[in-house]
């Protein structure tokens, strides 16, 4: 398993992580990214990891 966390003042919307990892990341009002499941096992671990390596401020963490 794989907790995901993102630092909400470090996100600023630019959208990739929920474009990348949409079972994973969702928008909330403003276009800022927030945790759909905030444990991923296997089947999303690709998503998560996506979405963590192409956020342009570094806002998403994975802690294995």
């Not at 474009?19 to 444990?39: C, K, Q, Y």
């Amino acid at each position: 398993m794989i907790r995901v966390c993102v630092d909400a003042d470090r996100c600023v919307g630019h959208g990739r992580c929920y474009t990348l990892a949409p079972d994973v990341f969702d928008a909330d009002e403003f276009g800022h990214s927030v945790v759909r499941v905030e444990e991923v096992g296997s089947e999303l671990e690709a998503q998560a990891v996506a979405g963590e390596q192409n956020c342009p401020e570094q806002a998403i963490t994975l802690f294995r």
